[in-house]
C-alpha cells in the first residue's frame, strides 16, 4: 500500500470488478477515459471478471493495475496502471482513471499518478514513463502537467470523439526530472 496526500494505491482484489463494472458501463467516465473508443463502452459482469481473473494474474515485471482508495473515507474511487514495462530501456506506460464523478476535479488523479509514477522510478528505477490523451480531455491535460509531466508531441487529428477529431497528445517524464517534480510518496 502506497499513500499520497489525497489517496492509497493498494494492490487489486476480485471485489474491485464491482467498481469496474459501473465505470465501464458509465458513458461519461468511458468518454473522458477513452475518448468514446467502443472497446471501452458497455460491458457484462461476466466480461469484467474475466478480465479481472487475468488482471490479477499479470506479472508486475510486465504491468500491473492498483486500486485508488479515497484517504479520506476508504471508498474506492480509482485505478491506475502501467503496462508495456520495458526493463532494458527502462520505460513504461501508464495510466489514470479516476471513475467516481464525485471526486473529479478535485486532485485525486494527480496524486495517484504521482504515486504510481514514484513507485516506479523509485522501486523500479526507470528511466522514462510515458502516457496520452486526447486533446478535448483538458482534466487529464492538466492532471499530466500538475504531475510532472511534459507534453511531447501530438498526432493531429488522431482521435475521432463523437463525430469530431482530436490530436493524440502523448506526455513523457524523465527520471532525472521526477525529484523536481513532487515530494517522494509517503509509505
Request: aromatic share 8%.
Given at each position: 500500500?502506497?499513500?499520497?496526500?489525497?489517496?492509497?494505491?493498494?494492490?487489486?482484489?476480485?471485489?474491485?470488478?464491482?467498481?469496474?463494472?459501473?465505470?465501464?458501463?458509465?458513458?461519461?467516465?468511458?468518454?473522458?477515459?477513452?475518448?468514446?473508443?467502443?472497446?471501452?463502452?458497455?460491458?457484462?459482469?461476466?466480461?469484467?471478471?474475466?478480465?479481472?481473473?487475468?488482471?490479477?494474474?499479470?506479472?508486475?515485471?510486465?504491468?500491473?493495475?492498483?486500486?485508488?482508495?479515497?484517504?479520506?473515507?476508504?471508498?474506492?474511487?480509482?485505478?491506475?496502471?502501467?503496462?508495456?514495462?520495458?526493463?532494458?530501456?527502462?520505460?513504461?506506460?501508464?495510466?489514470?482513471?479516476?471513475?467516481?464523478?464525485?471526486?473529479?476535479?478535485?486532485?485525486?488523479?494527480?496524486?495517484?499518478?504521482?504515486?504510481?509514477?514514484?513507485?516506479?522510478f523509485g522501486a523500479l528505477g526507470l528511466h522514462r514513463i510515458e502516457l496520452d490523451t486526447w486533446s478535448g480531455n483538458e482534466r487529464a491535460v492538466r492532471a499530466f502537467t500538475r504531475a510532472g509531466f511534459r507534453e511531447e508531441g501530438r498526432?493531429?487529428?488522431?482521435?475521432?470523439?463523437?463525430?469530431?477529431?482530436?490530436?493524440?497528445?502523448?506526455?513523457?517524464?524523465?527520471?532525472?526530472?521526477?525529484?523536481?517534480?513532487?515530494?517522494?510518496?509517503?509509505?
Amino acid at each position: 500500500m502506497i499513500e499520497g496526500e489525497l489517496v492509497r494505491l493498494r494492490a487489486l482484489r476480485a471485489q474491485d470488478a464491482e467498481h469496474h463494472l459501473k465505470w465501464r458501463n458509465d458513458p461519461e467516465v468511458a468518454h473522458w477515459a477513452t475518448g468514446g473508443d467502443p472497446c471501452f463502452g458497455p460491458v457484462t459482469a461476466e466480461a469484467v471478471d474475466l478480465g479481472f481473473e487475468t488482471m490479477l494474474r499479470l506479472n508486475p515485471r510486465e504491468s500491473a493495475v492498483f486500486t485508488v482508495e479515497d484517504l479520506a473515507d476508504g471508498t474506492v474511487i480509482g485505478m491506475v496502471d502501467y503496462r508495456d514495462l520495458d526493463p532494458v530501456a527502462g520505460l513504461a506506460t501508464v495510466g489514470v482513471t479516476i471513475g467516481e464523478r464525485d471526486r473529479w476535479g478535485r486532485g485525486h488523479g494527480s496524486d495517484a499518478l504521482r504515486l504510481l509514477v514514484g513507485h516506479l522510478f523509485g522501486a523500479l528505477g526507470l528511466h522514462r514513463i510515458e502516457l496520452d490523451t486526447w486533446s478535448g480531455n483538458e482534466r487529464a491535460v492538466r492532471a499530466f502537467t500538475r504531475a510532472g509531466f511534459r507534453e511531447e508531441g501530438r498526432r493531429r487529428s488522431a482521435v475521432l470523439v463523437a463525430g469530431k477529431r482530436y490530436d493524440s497528445v502523448l506526455f513523457g517524464m524523465l527520471r532525472t526530472e521526477w525529484p523536481g517534480a513532487w515530494a517522494p510518496p509517503r509509505r
